[in-house]
C-alpha cells in the first residue's frame, strides 16, 4: 500500500518494511501536448552529513556521475524528453551500503538549461518522484508536485534520513529559481 504524500509529510521506511534496504527513487514527468517544446528533467542524489555538506563532490550523484564510491547509489541514466509511461529516470539506494557518516540522501530535480529556456515546474505536467521497494517492485511512498512549486527551476522533492536508527523519508517540495550549480553550493558541492 503506498502513501501518497503531502509537502512535509513522512514516512518511517524501516517500520513499513522492516526489511526494506533496496529502493528506487524513480521520477516522472509527461511531455506537454502544445508546443515543440521539452523539458528535460533530472534526478539527482547527494550524500550528506549531520553538518548539511557532502563529504566530497564525488556523493553528488546524477546522469554523468552515476555510482558513488561506497556503492549505495546508482543513477540508471538519464532521459531527456519524459516520453513513456512510469518512472522516466531512476536511482537505486541501497540503505545497507549507505556509510554511517551520511545523515541523509537528499532527493533534487531540476530542469536542464531552465533558465536559458525560460522553463520552470510550473510548466511540467505530471512530476512525481516516488519510492518503491526495489525487491517486490511496490510502490511506498509518492510525492506529486504542486501549484506552488510552479517558478521554480531546482527542486528538492524529498529526503531520506537516518532518526534513532531507522531510515525515514520526509517530501520537502522546497525549491529555487537558480540553476543547480547555485543549489549543490549550498550543499558543499564544488560545481
Known amino acids: 500500500m503506498s502513501l501518497q504524500l503531502e509537502k512535509g509529510g513522512n514516512i518511517n521506511l524501516s517500520k513499513f518494511d522492516s526489511s526494506l534496504i533496496n529502493i528506487t527513487v524513480g521520477l516522472g ?12 528533467l533530472d534526478a539527482s542524489i547527494l550524500l550528506i552529513k549531520k553538518d548539511g555538506r557532502v563529504r566530497s563532490d564525488k ?15 546508482h543513477h540508471t541514466g538519464d532521459n531527456r524528453t519524459g516520453d513513456g509511461d512510469g518512472d522516466d ?8 551500503k549507505v556509510p554511517p557518516e551520511i545523515h541523509k540522501l537528499i532527493i533534487c530535480v531540476s530542469i536542464f538549461d531552465a533558465l536559458k529556456k525560460k522553463q520552470n515546474f510550473g510548466q511540467v ?12 517492485n511496490e510502490e511506498v511512498a509518492r510525492f506529486d508536485l504542486s501549484e506552488e512549486a510552479s517558478t521554480y527551476t531546482v527542486m528538492t522533492f ?13 517530501a520537502l517540495g ?3 529559481n537558480g540553476d543547480l550549480k547555485q543549489f549543490l553550493q549550498l550543499h558543499g558541492v564544488d560545481a
Not at 63 to 73: E, K, P
Not at 89 to 96: A, G, T
Open 158 to 170: 524529498g529526503e531520506i534520513y537516518r532518526f534513532q536508527g531507522e531510515w525515514k523519508s520526509r
Open 29 to 40: 514527468w509527461d511531455v506537454r501536448q502544445s508546443g515543440s517544446e521539452t523539458f528535460d
Open 59 to 73: 556523493d553528488f550523484i546524477f546522469y554523468n556521475q552515476r555510482n558513488s564510491d561506497c556503492g549505495a547509489v
Open 174 to 176: 522546497q525549491g529555487i
Open 125 to 136: 505536467l505530471n512530476a512525481c518522484v516516488r519510492l518503491v521497494n526495489k525487491d517486490n
Open 89 to 96: 529516470e531512476s536511482i537505486h539506494v541501497f540503505l545497507n
